[in-house]
């Protein structure tokens, strides 16, 4: 793992320079500019801004919320297992574009009982996803329900990402994926059909969700990482090690194919 | 060592036994005893023939009877000697008849020589003392028969000894001639033994005893001219200067005749260099002073006329200059001024009087003396009792006043400076003001404490001899006690502050103006009412909010003992509203014409638990006189002898300081235990790491004598001052946390100039924050943990009444729930099955298992009950996470593999366990969490853990509710 970093800015600049003598600024101009602004020379350890995302899953019982979220985090090669509360609170970290994506993943209870408290716990995030059993029809009206209730409850620009989970079963469907897209279309919501049994859709369920969360503002974050409290919790932070494990290798390759087209 | 030691003193031992007859002395010694014959038979001539008669001779005048003191005094010393020389004569004398032998030791002039010697100073001194006073004119002037009579067997007499022919001068020269003439023989014959001595002690001693001698000499000969030259002084000064000025113990040692100097131009006509006094004649008057507070300072700042040499002569209340044309003059003068001045200090003159020119130590420049000041000035006529140095009280010293003020402390450069306790008389009472605090310069400035004579009692800052910066004033006595804890400025309350009326039960927070309440303010009452008014000194003008104990809140405007009068809105707790005008006549009571809505809304919390003083007092903008203080401490580099007057004194109890008070000096036992601000600076650079840095800072922030541990404290007053007692509302509790918050910015903020001072005096640059964390982020992961303690029981407090209802409501629901069985709960919260401990529930033989309570999942219940014992947010965030983790290893026991507990499972298990908690004030403790935890946690694990418990509190409230309406449903049907 060790090897593999080569992110830090000193590698960067000595190829820089090496463009320089080689007076190709057109090139440069096009190519080493947007890779340091990725790079964020101030953060001295891995360059990239680390954007905290608080997710929150919402649908009935039984539906796969938390077995979505357990396949998410699970099914990767995370060395470092952040600590979680059971499969209730769980992390995951993740590349998007210039930024890394730190999703802050809240089960809630999806018992009618307890549907008055979700307020509590959708407040602040960035993102919901709401999620309901393709071979229930109840599920998806309660998954209307929760729409409504974030629409004129929830925070101001909450990503929606819509979950027809249990699609490995989709010989007993209740639910036409038709009528889950055109509800979604309806309402600007991302959704998938997905299994987390067999790991399908998984993956591009919380990258749909990260694709449509807005860059952060460069002015914002610049100083170090200062928390941007607002209505959500979008929180910029410096990415460790820890939570790199794992993105460097992507984003190296990235920087040396850049670093390729240069020469 | 003490071999050798002991041997030379065995062998003196020895020596005089072996020796006792040694004939070498015995020639010297016969010759000592006839001149002692000889000078015996002398002075019994002149006792019988001068000194008898002229006892007799007793004037009748004032100055007459004086003098003849003296004289009778002269006639002491001169038998003294006399019956020594007699005595010492005869017992030699008598050893001569009885044996042949002699030695050394027979020689009592040396063996006994300090005797001679002190026996004949005395005599000389006293002898000069006459002389100077006229003593033999006055004599001879005597009209009494005796006198007369006798003067012709006198006349003859004298003859023999002089040829003087004036009587007075005969008398002189017969009273010292002889013997100092007698002391010459003494040298004489030591000088002869010494030669008849072998090398060794005996000699060195004998030739240490002439030596003596011959000093003596000189001092006679120095006492004789001194009183001779003196005593010409008083013949050529007129009676004007002469009844002031002479003494018959002041000796002139200069005088500017003899050896011209001139005092700063046209100053003076004449400089006098007394033994003890320094004058300056001019004209008719003169100016004296004294030598103990004469400096010589040859380094003359101003530029002297080419030609002259001169210096400066510096005295307490003037500083003139000598100055003359002869180099070799100034020299002498200025050695002759030290010289003086030294033995002035010393209280006593050399012996002899005089070494050579340019010879002798310098005088002291540091000294301790009384005076009074004389001129016009804040000092005049005050006394003072102290150290001085260069003309200029300097070190520790009391200085009196006449009219009873009083002052014992620092003085540096003739001014009040560092620490003083002064007394102040009040003008009408027989009492005293008493400050105790800094100065600097000759003014009050710094930390100090006044107790005035009335009772009240000033603790604060001070500069320019008033109140300025933070300020507690308390009057302490029964009647009409209040406190006010605040800004100062110019001696009155200015700025932001909290005003105790202890009588009327009322606590006004707010701005002040010269004195009076004015601007916003907030008031409290005991009774838990508060209001929100724009003060103008000190009435209250335009409408204003009052939030009343029974949650109805009252806008508009009303009077000091809360009556509505004019237009106002009434909001009852119930929903109703009333708008009107209110009037008041006394006896009809309270009348309203308005409208009176009941559309029965409940109100809004916002308005229920309404926020006071967020906008008003910012809370940057309260206490600035505390941080101020520390500001300017580290900007002045933190130095050792300040850090008192900017951070208080570390012993605040009154014991302490009235024990300082009856000591009456300022010794304040600091000594033992102070914390040197150097070491403090060399720790806070050793410890930057962040675990030693933690540990460190909690040592500091304990102490009371480290700087920021002196903060904190002061801190801790400010927060008590409004917060506690009547200040617990909760309308305050936001002031109140964003107030703990930015303490502990703040204190960060201080503990890194403190570092970056620390690092600049060792020259190193202090190095940027690597970790990232913005100093915020540190002040609340680092400080506020530390601080917290101090002002949680009043913080707490807040947060509870805050969260009454709420609390209320939650622990009947909990009462509820407790009624219910372990398994019946669990039922009804839809914990599903497979996850009920029902292991746990072990059963004796009477009970049933659907019966028992409190045994399942008692580890987390127990866990959590934890909660309440800890200060530190961080703390019971870490409880919260121990709670889930006993509730998952619970349910992995049951169900005897891992299990990740969802949402679905978890709520109603830690449902179960809180209801089973059952910790009183869940609310407060769950928000004072959330407004204290770290912001970086927003988000993450700890805030959801702190969510599910606060939705665990939300719910039970709310079953509580629906049973309640439940209830009233059945009632009703």
New interface residues.
């Given amino acids: 793992m060790k090897g593999m970093k080569q992110t830090n800015p000193g590698t960067t600049e000595s190829k820089l320079e090496t463009v320089h003598v080689t007076s190709m600024d057109s090139l440069i101009k096009i190519i080493m500019l947007p890779l340091q602004t990725a790079l964020k020379i101030d953060n001295p350890r891995t360059g990239l801004a680390k954007h905290k995302l608080k997710v929150c899953l919402l649908g009935d019982t039984g539906v796969g919320k938390s077995s979505i979220v357990c396949r998410f985090v699970q099914d990767h090669f995370d060395h470092n297992i952040s600590p979680t509360i059971g499969a209730s609170f769980m992390t995951k970290t993740v590349p998007c574009g210039n930024e890394l994506h730190k999703f802050l993943i809240w089960d809630t209870a999806g018992q009618e009982r307890f549907h008055s408290l979700a307020p509590m716990y959708y407040r602040g995030s960035a993102a919901a996803v709401i999620v309901y059993d393709i071979t229930k029809q109840d599920s998806f009206h309660t998954l209307k329900k929760w729409v409504k209730e974030l629409k004129e409850h929830g925070p101001e620009n909450i990503v929606m990402a819509i979950a027809g989970n249990k699609c490995d079963l989709s010989d007993i469907r209740e639910v036409p994926l038709k009528d889950a897209k055109e509800y979604a279309e309806s309402i600007g919501a991302i959704v998938v059909e997905t299994s987390a049994k067999n790991a399908v859709n998984i993956e591009e369920l919380f990258q749909g969700i990260s694709r449509q969360i807005p860059p952060l503002d460069p002015h914002e974050n610049g100083n170090n990482g200062a928390i941007k409290l607002g209505k959500q919790t979008s929180q910029t932070e410096l990415a460790t090690d820890a939570d790199l494990d794992g993105v460097d290798i992507v984003l190296s390759n990235q920087l040396s194919e850049l670093a390729l087209s240069c020469m | 060592m003490s071999k050798e030691e002991a041997a030379p003193g065995q062998w003196r031992r020895v020596g005089s036994q072996e020796k006792p007859k040694d004939m070498c002395t015995a020639e010297p010694t016969a010759s000592l005893l006839q001149v002692e014959e000889t000078f015996s038979a002398c002075l019994a001539r002149i006792d019988a023939l001068v000194l008898k008669p002229l006892l007799q001779a007793e004037p009748n005048d004032q100055k007459g009877k004086e003098i003849f003191k003296l004289f009778a005094f002269l006639n002491d010393r001169f038998q003294a000697l006399w019956n020594l020389t007699e005595e010492n004569y005869r017992i030699l004398k008598q050893k001569c008849s009885t044996s042949e032998a002699f030695c050394v030791q027979d020689f009592y002039i040396v063996w006994k020589g300090d005797l001679f010697l002190s026996l004949y100073i005395q005599y000389f001194v006293t002898f000069a003392n006459y002389v100077v006073v006229h003593g033999f004119e006055h004599a001879t002037k005597s009209k009494s028969e005796a006198w007369k009579h006798h003067k012709t067997v006198l006349k003859q007499f004298l003859t023999d000894f002089t040829s003087e022919t004036s009587i007075s001068l005969a008398l002189y020269t017969v009273l010292h001639k002889p013997i100092r003439d007698h002391i010459e023989q003494y040298i004489l014959l030591l000088t002869k033994l010494k030669e008849v001595l072998k090398e060794g002690s005996e000699k060195d001693v004998v030739t240490t005893a002439i030596k003596e001698y011959a000093k003596l000499e000189s001092f006679v000969s120095q006492v004789l001219d001194e009183a001779c030259f003196t005593e010409s002084l008083w013949k050529s000064l007129g009676y004007k200067f002469t009844d002031m000025l002479c003494v018959p113990e002041r000796r002139l040692l200069e005088d500017s005749k003899n050896l011209p100097i001139s005092a700063s131009t046209n100053r003076s006509d004449r400089v006098l260099l007394f033994d003890d006094v320094l004058v300056l004649i001019q004209g008719n008057s003169f100016q004296s002073f004294d030598l103990k507070l004469v400096w010589v300072d040859e380094n003359c700042k101003e530029k002297l006329a080419p030609g002259l040499y001169g210096f400066h002569v510096i005295t307490p209340e003037e500083t003139f200059l000598l100055s003359t044309k002869d180099p070799q003059m100034k020299a002498v003068w200025q050695w002759k001024l030290n010289q003086a001045v030294r033995q002035a200090l010393n209280g006593k003159r050399d012996f002899p009087l005089w070494g050579k020119t340019g010879e002798g130590t310098e005088p002291p420049s540091c000294r301790f003396f009384t005076y009074v000041f004389r001129l016009e000035g804040k000092f005049k006529s005050a006394t003072y009792e102290g150290e001085w140095h260069w003309g200029k009280p300097h070190g520790k010293g009391t200085l009196k006043w006449r009219n009873g003020r009083n002052h014992v402390g620092d003085f540096k450069d003739g001014l009040e400076h560092g620490f003083g306790i002064c007394l102040v008389p009040r003008r009408s009472e027989d009492r005293y003001d008493c400050y105790k605090c800094h100065w600097y310069e000759g003014k009050m400035r710094g930390y100090g404490i006044c107790e005035y004579g009335n009772d009240i009692v000033y603790k604060g800052y001070f500069r320019d001899n008033v109140r300025q910066g933070f300020g507690i004033l308390e009057n302490l006595s029964a009647d009409h006690s209040f406190k006010y804890t605040g800004q100062w400025e110019n001696d009155k309350k200015n700025g932001y502050g909290v005003w105790e009326d202890k009588d009327r039960g009322e606590r006004y927070i707010g701005t002040w103006l010269d004195d009076h309440k004015h601007g916003q303010g907030i008031v409290v009452t005991q009774s838990g009412v508060c209001y929100q008014r724009t003060f103008h000194a000190d009435k209250m003008v335009g409408s204003g909010i009052l939030l009343l104990e029974d949650d109805s809140v009252y806008e508009g405007n009303f009077t000091e003992d809360l009556t509505f009068v004019g237009k106002g809105k009434l909001s009852f707790a119930n929903g109703f509203t009333l708008e009107g005008t209110f009037t008041n006549k006394s006896g009809q009571g309270l009348q309203t014409y308005g409208i009176l809505n009941t559309s029965n809304e409940q109100l809004d919390d916002r308005i229920t638990k309404a926020q006071l003083g967020l906008e008003e007092f910012p809370v940057e903008k309260r206490w600035k006189g505390i941080y101020d203080q520390f500001l300017e401490f580290i900007h002045s580099g933190c130095k050792e002898e300040t850090e008192e007057s900017f951070m208080g004194f570390h012993i605040q109890t009154s014991k302490e300081l009235r024990k300082s008070q009856e000591y009456f000096f300022c010794q304040r036992g600091t000594e033992d235990v102070s914390w040197k601000t150097e070491d403090i600076l060399e720790e806070l650079v050793q410890n930057q790491g962040l675990e030693s840095l933690q540990s460190y800072l909690e040592k500091a922030l304990k102490s009371s004598l480290h700087p920021l541990g002196k903060l904190l404290k002061a801190l801790t007053i400010a927060f008590q001052a409004t917060y506690s007692g009547i200040g617990a509302n909760r309308h305050l509790l936001t002031m109140a946390q964003e107030e703990v918050k930015y303490y502990a910015k703040k204190i960060w903020d201080f503990y890194q100039g403190l570092l970056h001072l620390a690092l600049e005096q060792k020259g190193q640059l202090p190095t940027k924050c690597?970790d990232?964390d913005?100093s915020d982020q540190k002040a609340r992961s680092v400080v506020l943990p530390l601080i917290l303690p101090c002002f949680y029981p009043e913080l707490f407090m807040l947060y509870m009444l805050y969260h009454e209802r709420e609390d209320d409501l939650y622990c009947q629901g909990i009462v509820d729930l407790s009624l219910f069985p372990d398994i019946k709960l669990l039922e009804f919260l839809?914990v599903q099955k497979h996850l009920w401990p029902l292991k746990d529930l072990t059963l004796t033989t009477n009970q049933r298992r659907s019966l028992i309570k409190d045994k399942c999942f008692l580890s987390a219940t127990e866990c959590l009950q934890k909660l309440i014992t800890t200060v530190d947010p961080r703390e019971k965030l870490v409880i919260l996470?121990k709670t889930?983790e006993e509730i998952?290893s619970t349910v992995s026991r049951v169900v005897e593999k891992d299990?990740?507990?969802?949402?679905?499972d978890?709520?109603?298990l830690l449902m179960y366990v809180v209801s089973r908690a059952k910790i009183q004030h869940l609310g407060a403790e769950i928000h004072l969490i959330r407004d204290l935890m770290e912001?970086?946690n927003?988000?993450?694990?700890y805030d959801?853990?702190l969510?599910?418990l606060?939705?665990c509190y939300?719910?039970i409230q709310?079953m509580r509710l629906h049973q309640r309406e439940n209830c009233h449903v059945n009632h009703r049907s």
């Fill in positions: 690597v990232g913005t839809d996470q889930y998952e299990y990740k507990l969802p949402m679905d978890l709520l109603p912001p970086t927003q988000g993450g694990l959801f853990l969510t599910a606060e939705s939300e719910h709310r």
